[in-house]
């Protein structure tokens, strides 16, 4: 018996997908925030080696102990005063509006309750503004680690170590053993392609590649990257 011809698959070739994956709405919006500050902006002040460095310095001041009442927050104030002076504008508005965004908030559920803890909050901006601050350069510079490994790792480049001081904490879980818990930043980037976070190829900010083959930050920037291959040519 003859064998029966096999059938061709006559169904259509399925195109590439283009499809685009979104990004978590709380990572896209530490993204943008990341981008507040110029792109050749590498580096931001060090909250940490500031806050060391003037406290050593005040503590060698004749009088002064580190036992003194207000001590800590002296050095808060003094170490964001130092900070603040080395920041762009926009980045210190744009903190400054984060502090009033949670005061008015936080004023709007006392004035419910017939207080108004206005002056209270106020007295205490620059703690406000320290924590936003160092939120704001951890997650900053931790992205922009993630994203420099990941275009070293698209160009061929050797790869070293490579870490990110993300904050993760540990609970004992119901049988009793030690579990990891993320947060913050770190809770947002677990499970998540980090290939996505990248470098713009045109203006050089952070952004989340919807596509494998995304190299730009906007449509911009992708006409500016086509006009450069053009010319090229």
């Given amino acids: 018996m003859p064998n029966k011809r096999e059938r061709k ?44 460095k003037i406290k050593e310095d005040y503590l ?41 965004c949670k005061f008015e908030s936080i004023n709007r559920a006392s004035l419910e309750k017939g207080e108004d803890i206005s002056a209270q909050l106020e007295a205490n901006r620059h703690e406000w503004l320290v924590h936003y601050y160092r939120f704001y350069e951890h997650n900053r510079s931790n992205l922009r680690a993630i994203a ?8 061929g480049k050797p790869l070293g170590f490579f870490s990110v001081d993300l ?3 540990a609970e004992i879980n119901e049988n009793n053993k030690l579990a990891p818990k993320a947060k913050g930043l770190a809770a ?21 590649a919807g596509r494998q083959d995304s190299k730009t930050c906007s449509d911009k920037c992708s006409n500016r990257l086509r006009q450069r291959r053009f010319i090229k040519k």
């Fill in 9 to 52: 698959n006559t169904s259509p070739k399925q195109p590439r997908s283009r499809a685009k994956y979104q990004c978590p709405n709380e990572l896209n919006e530490i993204i943008a925030e990341s981008n507040k500050i110029p792109a050749d902006v590498v580096d931001l002040p060090k909250w940490d080696y500031f806050y060391e």
């Fill in 148 to 155: 420099k490994h990941v275009a070293d790792r698209r160009a």
């Fill in 60 to 100: 060698t001041e004749e009088g002064n102990s580190e036992y003194d009442m207000g001590f800590v927050s002296e050095i808060k104030f003094q170490t964001l005063e130092k900070v603040f002076s080395l920041l762009p504008e926009d980045l210190k508005d744009h903190l400054n509006e984060k502090v009033n």
């Fill in 167 to 169: 904050h993760y904490s």
């Fill in 188 to 208: 947002l980037l677990v499970g998540i392609d980090l290939d996505r976070i990248r470098f713009c190829e045109v203006c050089g900010k952070l952004f989340w």
